[in-house]
């Protein structure tokens, strides 16, 4: 059985599978920025009363299920959250103390999806992308070195 949340007058259970991308599809989601990302994104959604319910940071882009209340609109929380995460980037991990103008980190657009029944299906391709990564990133080595 579903574990339903509540609000004052609403019984809910709104998950979204979302993906969104660093600008230009940057390949720089590895190393010191991606330890401290998961904590940056977990922290973000407290503060919309939402909840990172699964999350994968591959090389190029970033895969969560994120778990957030309807009286929230989903583009509300997830501009929060890239808005936010951008910064914390540029503070902690570029060294910039202010004057974040210009700084923009995240790509505009972002992928979402409702998740449904579908919930460990989704869990599942999310915490499967790096090892898909990693098969699709041999395959085009060895069809470089083929050429």
């Known amino acids: 059985m579903k574990e339903f949340q509540s609000l004052s ?4 259970d709104c998950k979204y599978h979302i993906v969104f991308i660093p600008k230009y599809r940057k390949k720089n989601l590895y ?7 998961g904590e940056f994104f ?7 009363e939402s909840k990172v319910v699964e999350g ?4 190029d882009h970033v895969h969560m299920c994120i778990s957030i209340p309807p009286k929230y609109a989903v583009s509300n929380v997830i501009g ?23 700084q923009k980190y995240w790509a505009r657009g972002y992928l979402v999806s409702t998740v449904g029944l579908d919930e460990e299906a989704i869990r599942s391709y999310i915490w499967n992308q790096e090892k898909e990564g990693r098969r699709n990133d041999q395959l085009s080595i060895f069809e470089d070195s083929e050429q």
């Open 9 to 12: 007058h609403t019984k809910w």
């Open 31 to 37: 190393g010191k920025i991606r330890k401290h990302l």
């Open 42 to 48: 977990h922290e973000l959604a407290k503060y919309k």
């Open 56 to 59: 994968h940071i591959c090389i």
């Open 80 to 102: 929060y959250i890239k808005g936010k995460s951008a910064i914390a980037i540029a503070r902690n991990l570029m060294g910039l103390k202010r004057n974040f103008t210009g």
